[in-house]
């Protein structure tokens, strides 16, 4: 029964986690770079991105404990490794490689400075790779399931 329990909560939070993550990918940053105006585009981002981050970090979490579990419970594999590849990714970074890579991109006084809309490119670039990577831990994730 445990089992269970922790696979249902294992995959809603999977679902709401990527999901938000392709929300962003695909409506936000579009939306992001067709305003001109570098502050509404600072401020549009950064009061979505700290919803958001709250609310992943505590799927994250969630996602590595009963994921761990699963793990213990069926075994590990190619599949698993893919999904451990990706959670520690997204751990690492919402964690702490965020703040390092936004200061990198924001506050890098040596470096040539951006414009918000070179900003935003990279980041939905960067996006769009976590987001790759994040389907294939679902496919790897419904393949560990189903054999």
């Not at 609310?55 to 404990?65: P, Q, R, S």
């Amino acid at each position: 029964m445990l089992y269970i329990i922790s696979l249902i909560i294992h995959v809603l939070c999977v679902v709401m986690w990527i999901g938000g993550v392709a929300f962003v990918t695909m409506i936000m940053f579009p939306i992001i770079q067709r305003t001109d105006n570098s502050l509404e585009q600072v401020m549009m981002f950064q009061g979505v991105e700290h919803r958001f981050s709250k609310i992943a970090k505590v799927l994250v979490i969630l996602t590595g404990i009963t994921g761990f579990y699963l793990f213990y419970e069926k075994g590990f594999g190619i599949g698993a490794g893919i999904m451990i590849f990706v959670w520690v990714l997204y751990a690492s970074l919402l964690f702490f490689l965020e703040k390092i890579l936004f200061k990198r991109l924001f506050e890098s006084p040596t470096r040539k400075l951006l414009n918000t809309k070179q900003i935003f490119l990279r980041l939905q670039v960067f996006h769009w790779i976590i987001l790759v990577l994040s389907f294939s831990a679902i496919a790897a994730g419904i393949w560990v399931g189903h054999y």
